[in-house]
Protein backbone atom coordinates (compact mmCIF):
# COMPACT_ATOMS: atom_id res chain seq x y z
CA UNK A 1 0.00 0.00 0.00
CA UNK A 2 0.57 3.52 -1.25
CA UNK A 3 2.00 5.43 2.27
CA UNK A 4 0.15 8.87 3.08
CA UNK A 5 4.12 10.82 2.73
CA UNK A 6 4.48 9.36 -1.01
CA UNK A 7 0.99 10.17 -2.14
CA UNK A 8 2.11 14.00 -0.49
CA UNK A 9 5.33 13.81 -2.29
CA UNK A 10 3.78 13.15 -5.91
CA UNK A 11 1.66 15.55 -5.29
CA UNK A 12 2.90 18.63 -2.84
CA UNK A 13 6.31 18.80 -4.54
CA UNK A 14 4.97 20.43 -8.05
CA UNK A 15 2.71 22.64 -5.66
CA UNK A 16 5.21 24.08 -4.26
CA UNK A 17 7.53 24.37 -6.85
CA UNK A 18 4.99 26.96 -8.19
CA UNK A 19 4.97 29.10 -5.31
CA UNK A 20 6.85 32.08 -6.10
CA UNK A 21 9.45 33.51 -3.88
CA UNK A 22 8.41 35.90 -1.02
CA UNK A 23 9.65 39.46 -2.19
CA UNK A 24 12.25 40.56 0.80
CA UNK A 25 11.79 44.09 -0.20
CA UNK A 26 8.35 45.10 -0.96
CA UNK A 27 8.29 48.57 0.39
CA UNK A 28 11.36 48.89 -3.10
CA UNK A 29 8.30 48.28 -5.46
CA UNK A 30 5.38 51.22 -3.72
CA UNK A 31 5.24 54.41 -4.80
CA UNK A 32 5.59 57.76 -2.76
CA UNK A 33 1.56 57.41 -1.88
CA UNK A 34 1.15 54.05 -0.80
CA UNK A 35 4.56 54.75 1.44
CA UNK A 36 3.02 57.36 2.99
CA UNK A 37 -0.48 55.55 3.53
CA UNK A 38 1.79 52.70 5.26
CA UNK A 39 4.56 55.24 7.94
CA UNK A 40 1.03 57.40 8.31
CA UNK A 41 -1.31 54.91 9.25
CA UNK A 42 0.15 55.49 13.07
CA UNK A 43 2.77 58.12 13.68
CA UNK A 44 3.65 60.83 15.68
CA UNK A 45 1.99 64.40 16.10
CA UNK A 46 2.13 67.30 18.32
CA UNK A 47 4.69 66.92 21.43
CA UNK A 48 3.17 66.58 24.81
CA UNK A 49 5.94 68.50 26.62
CA UNK A 50 5.40 70.61 29.33
CA UNK A 51 6.89 73.98 30.39
CA UNK A 52 7.49 72.47 34.04
CA UNK A 53 6.06 69.42 35.77
CA UNK A 54 3.70 69.40 38.89
CA UNK A 55 5.29 71.55 42.04
CA UNK A 56 8.39 72.72 39.34
CA UNK A 57 10.16 69.47 39.31
CA UNK A 58 12.46 69.03 36.58
CA UNK A 59 11.99 66.23 35.30
CA UNK A 60 8.87 63.45 35.47
CA UNK A 61 9.84 59.66 36.40
CA UNK A 62 7.58 57.19 35.16
CA UNK A 63 8.59 53.53 35.94
CA UNK A 64 7.12 50.36 34.54
CA UNK A 65 6.42 46.54 35.34
CA UNK A 66 5.05 43.89 32.16
CA UNK A 67 4.14 41.38 34.55
CA UNK A 68 4.35 38.89 31.62
CA UNK A 69 6.12 35.66 33.83
CA UNK A 70 4.59 33.03 31.93
CA UNK A 71 2.33 34.07 29.39
CA UNK A 72 4.57 34.68 26.74
CA UNK A 73 5.64 30.87 26.69
CA UNK A 74 1.94 30.18 27.08
CA UNK A 75 1.03 31.75 24.57
CA UNK A 76 3.72 30.26 21.96
CA UNK A 77 2.78 26.73 23.32
CA UNK A 78 6.42 26.39 25.03
CA UNK A 79 5.41 24.64 27.63
CA UNK A 80 8.35 23.09 29.31
CA UNK A 81 8.36 23.20 33.17
CA UNK A 82 11.40 25.17 33.07
CA UNK A 83 10.41 27.84 30.91
CA UNK A 84 7.58 28.13 32.59
CA UNK A 85 8.99 28.07 36.14
CA UNK A 86 11.48 30.95 34.82
CA UNK A 87 8.08 32.97 34.69
CA UNK A 88 6.70 31.86 37.71
CA UNK A 89 9.72 33.42 39.38
CA UNK A 90 7.89 37.07 38.30
CA UNK A 91 5.15 35.98 40.23
CA UNK A 92 7.13 34.28 43.14
CA UNK A 93 9.74 36.35 44.56
CA UNK A 94 10.17 39.37 41.62
CA UNK A 95 7.26 40.98 42.07
CA UNK A 96 6.96 40.70 46.51
CA UNK A 97 10.83 42.28 46.01
CA UNK A 98 10.11 44.86 43.48
CA UNK A 99 6.81 46.01 45.72
CA UNK A 100 9.38 46.25 48.96
CA UNK A 101 11.96 48.12 46.91
CA UNK A 102 9.29 51.03 45.82
CA UNK A 103 7.95 51.20 49.01
CA UNK A 104 11.71 51.57 50.66
CA UNK A 105 11.55 54.85 48.51
CA UNK A 106 7.91 55.55 48.63
CA UNK A 107 7.46 55.75 44.75
CA UNK A 108 4.93 54.57 42.45
CA UNK A 109 5.02 52.74 39.14
CA UNK A 110 2.42 51.48 36.70
CA UNK A 111 2.10 47.30 35.92
CA UNK A 112 1.29 46.37 32.70
CA UNK A 113 -0.45 42.80 32.88
CA UNK A 114 -1.34 39.91 30.53
CA UNK A 115 -4.58 38.68 32.09
CA UNK A 116 -3.79 35.52 32.15
CA UNK A 117 -1.02 36.13 34.69
CA UNK A 118 -3.69 37.73 36.92
CA UNK A 119 -5.57 34.62 37.11
CA UNK A 120 -2.49 32.35 37.30
CA UNK A 121 -1.58 34.35 40.72
CA UNK A 122 -4.65 36.35 42.05
CA UNK A 123 -2.52 37.56 44.93
CA UNK A 124 -0.46 39.80 42.96
CA UNK A 125 -3.14 42.64 41.98
CA UNK A 126 -4.08 42.76 45.42
CA UNK A 127 -0.62 43.03 46.73
CA UNK A 128 0.00 45.90 44.35
CA UNK A 129 -3.38 48.24 44.73
CA UNK A 130 -2.78 47.71 48.79
CA UNK A 131 0.04 50.35 48.18
CA UNK A 132 -2.40 52.72 47.32
CA UNK A 133 0.03 54.37 44.74
CA UNK A 134 0.68 52.49 41.81
CA UNK A 135 -1.23 51.94 38.33
CA UNK A 136 -2.73 48.69 36.66
CA UNK A 137 -2.87 48.57 32.68
CA UNK A 138 -3.71 46.60 30.27
CA UNK A 139 -0.89 44.38 28.26
CA UNK A 140 -2.86 41.73 26.15
CA UNK A 141 -4.73 38.43 27.41
CA UNK A 142 -2.13 35.98 27.44
CA UNK A 143 0.55 38.40 26.21
CA UNK A 144 -0.33 37.11 21.94
CA UNK A 145 1.76 38.74 19.58
CA UNK A 146 -0.50 40.53 17.56
CA UNK A 147 1.33 40.99 13.90
CA UNK A 148 1.56 37.07 14.23
CA UNK A 149 -2.39 36.62 15.36
CA UNK A 150 -3.34 38.92 12.09
CA UNK A 151 -6.71 38.38 13.16
CA UNK A 152 -8.88 41.75 13.48
CA UNK A 153 -12.07 39.89 15.31
CA UNK A 154 -9.91 37.64 17.45
CA UNK A 155 -7.46 40.82 18.44
CA UNK A 156 -11.03 42.34 19.32
CA UNK A 157 -12.49 39.58 21.38
CA UNK A 158 -8.72 38.96 23.24
CA UNK A 159 -8.66 42.68 23.99
CA UNK A 160 -12.36 42.94 25.60
CA UNK A 161 -11.74 39.75 27.17
CA UNK A 162 -8.24 41.80 28.59
CA UNK A 163 -10.18 44.29 29.92
CA UNK A 164 -13.24 43.11 31.35
CA UNK A 165 -10.42 40.60 33.44
CA UNK A 166 -8.39 43.39 34.75
CA UNK A 167 -11.52 45.67 35.27
CA UNK A 168 -12.93 42.65 37.59
CA UNK A 169 -9.54 42.08 39.15
CA UNK A 170 -8.83 45.68 40.01
CA UNK A 171 -12.46 47.38 40.85
CA UNK A 172 -12.17 50.07 37.99
CA UNK A 173 -11.61 50.08 34.40
CA UNK A 174 -7.85 50.54 33.24
CA UNK A 175 -7.00 53.49 31.62
CA UNK A 176 -3.65 52.71 29.92
CA UNK A 177 -2.43 50.47 27.40
CA UNK A 178 0.89 48.42 26.19
CA UNK A 179 1.17 45.60 23.25
CA UNK A 180 2.48 42.39 23.83
CA UNK A 181 6.14 43.01 22.83
CA UNK A 182 5.20 46.34 21.74
CA UNK A 183 3.72 45.17 19.09
CA UNK A 184 1.17 46.75 16.96
CA UNK A 185 -1.04 44.36 14.28
CA UNK A 186 -2.44 46.97 11.77
CA UNK A 187 -5.81 46.95 13.25
CA UNK A 188 -4.39 47.83 17.21
CA UNK A 189 -4.41 51.52 16.95
CA UNK A 190 -8.74 51.92 15.82
CA UNK A 191 -9.15 48.75 18.67
CA UNK A 192 -7.72 51.37 21.17
CA UNK A 193 -9.33 54.48 20.36
CA UNK A 194 -12.50 52.12 20.13
CA UNK A 195 -11.64 50.98 23.63
CA UNK A 196 -11.05 54.80 24.88
CA UNK A 197 -7.83 54.26 26.05
CA UNK A 198 -6.24 57.40 27.95
CA UNK A 199 -3.01 56.42 26.58
CA UNK A 200 -0.59 54.06 25.04
CA UNK A 201 3.28 52.61 25.93
CA UNK A 202 4.52 50.92 22.81
CA UNK A 203 6.35 53.61 20.45
CA UNK A 204 9.51 55.11 20.38
CA UNK A 205 8.95 58.43 17.98
CA UNK A 206 10.39 60.82 20.93
CA UNK A 207 11.51 60.95 24.02
CA UNK A 208 8.48 63.23 24.52
CA UNK A 209 5.04 62.30 25.30
CA UNK A 210 3.00 63.18 22.40
CA UNK A 211 -0.51 62.52 20.91
CA UNK A 212 -1.13 59.67 18.29
CA UNK A 213 -1.80 60.39 14.85
CA UNK A 214 -3.92 57.52 13.15
CA UNK A 215 -3.62 58.06 9.00
CA UNK A 216 -2.75 61.48 9.93
CA UNK A 217 -5.74 62.85 11.76
CA UNK A 218 -5.40 63.11 15.88
CA UNK A 219 -7.03 60.16 17.90
CA UNK A 220 -6.23 62.40 21.24
CA UNK A 221 -4.49 59.33 23.00
CA UNK A 222 -1.60 60.24 24.68
CA UNK A 223 1.97 57.91 23.63
CA UNK A 224 4.14 57.41 26.46
CA UNK A 225 7.31 56.48 24.72
CA UNK A 226 9.46 53.29 25.66
CA UNK A 227 12.74 52.43 23.96
CA UNK A 228 14.98 48.93 24.42
CA UNK A 229 17.71 51.09 25.87
CA UNK A 230 15.54 51.77 28.72
CA UNK A 231 14.31 47.88 29.02
CA UNK A 232 15.67 45.36 30.97
CA UNK A 233 14.94 42.96 28.41
CA UNK A 234 17.72 43.41 26.23
CA UNK A 235 20.19 43.03 28.64
CA UNK A 236 19.22 40.49 31.11
CA UNK A 237 16.13 38.84 28.90
CA UNK A 238 17.99 36.12 27.45
CA UNK A 239 19.75 32.70 28.80
CA UNK A 240 22.93 33.44 27.10
CA UNK A 241 24.55 36.52 26.01
CA UNK A 242 23.07 38.62 28.70
CA UNK A 243 25.33 41.55 30.48
CA UNK A 244 27.39 39.74 33.10
CA UNK A 245 27.05 42.63 35.28
CA UNK A 246 23.74 44.95 36.01
CA UNK A 247 26.23 47.52 36.91
CA UNK A 248 27.24 47.96 33.57
CA UNK A 249 23.10 48.29 32.99
CA UNK A 250 22.63 51.08 35.85
CA UNK A 251 25.31 53.25 33.82
CA UNK A 252 23.08 53.26 31.48
CA UNK A 253 19.72 54.13 32.91
CA UNK A 254 21.78 56.60 35.22
CA UNK A 255 23.14 58.25 32.01
CA UNK A 256 19.67 57.87 30.35
CA UNK A 257 18.26 59.58 33.08
CA UNK A 258 20.49 62.33 33.79
CA UNK A 259 20.03 63.57 30.70
CA UNK A 260 16.54 63.84 30.62
CA UNK A 261 16.88 65.51 33.81
CA UNK A 262 19.32 68.37 32.08
CA UNK A 263 16.43 68.64 29.48
CA UNK A 264 13.86 68.82 31.70
CA UNK A 265 11.86 65.83 30.22
CA UNK A 266 10.62 62.55 30.97
CA UNK A 267 12.11 58.94 31.86
CA UNK A 268 10.22 55.98 31.15
CA UNK A 269 11.87 52.63 32.08
CA UNK A 270 10.50 48.83 31.50
CA UNK A 271 11.07 46.10 33.71
CA UNK A 272 9.68 42.70 34.04
CA UNK A 273 9.83 41.30 37.54
CA UNK A 274 11.00 38.01 36.25
CA UNK A 275 13.77 39.85 34.67
CA UNK A 276 14.65 42.92 37.28
CA UNK A 277 13.25 40.87 40.48
CA UNK A 278 16.58 39.00 40.71
CA UNK A 279 18.50 39.73 43.77
CA UNK A 280 21.43 41.23 41.85
CA UNK A 281 19.33 42.96 39.37
CA UNK A 282 16.99 44.61 42.19
CA UNK A 283 20.25 45.40 43.94
CA UNK A 284 20.86 47.75 40.56
CA UNK A 285 17.56 49.12 40.57
CA UNK A 286 17.86 50.06 44.20
CA UNK A 287 20.94 52.13 43.31
CA UNK A 288 19.41 53.73 40.50
CA UNK A 289 16.14 55.28 41.97
CA UNK A 290 18.70 56.52 45.10
CA UNK A 291 20.41 58.19 42.48
CA UNK A 292 17.49 59.96 40.94
CA UNK A 293 15.76 60.43 44.50
CA UNK A 294 19.32 62.09 45.58
CA UNK A 295 18.44 65.04 42.75
CA UNK A 296 15.86 67.20 43.61
CA UNK A 297 12.52 68.06 41.37
CA UNK A 298 12.54 64.52 40.19
CA UNK A 299 8.59 63.91 39.80
CA UNK A 300 7.76 60.42 40.29
CA UNK A 301 4.54 59.65 38.51
CA UNK A 302 2.42 56.70 36.88
CA UNK A 303 2.01 56.49 33.25
CA UNK A 304 -1.84 57.36 34.00
CA UNK A 305 -0.32 60.48 35.44
CA UNK A 306 1.85 61.66 32.79
CA UNK A 307 -0.80 60.80 30.26
CA UNK A 308 -3.37 63.33 32.44
CA UNK A 309 -1.30 66.21 33.18
CA UNK A 310 0.44 66.45 29.70
CA UNK A 311 -2.70 66.22 27.54
CA UNK A 312 -4.70 68.74 30.22
ZN1 LIG B 1 5.41 42.00 27.87
Known amino acids: MRSALSIAGIFCIPLFAQQPAPNP ?3 AKL ?9 FRVSAGRRLKPKSWPNGARVAVALSFDVDN ?26 PRILRLL ?38 WIHERLPVLN ?31 WAFSRFTMQQLQEAGFLYDSSLMASDDAYEILAGGKPTGMVEVPIEWIVDDYPYFGGTNGSLPSPDLV ?21 MHP ?26 FATHEQVARYVIR
Do not use: C
Open 274 to 299: HVIGHRSRAAALDALIAHMRSRPGVW
Open 25 to 27: LPG
Open 151 to 181: DEAEERRLLHQAIDSLTKSMGRRPVGYRAPS
Open 70 to 95: ATSSLAAGELGANDLSRGEYGALDGL
Open 31 to 39: GIDQIKEQF
Open 250 to 270: LKIYKSEFDVAYDEGGLFVLT
Open 103 to 140: DKYDVPASFFIPAVSDLLHPRMIPDILARGRHEIAVHG
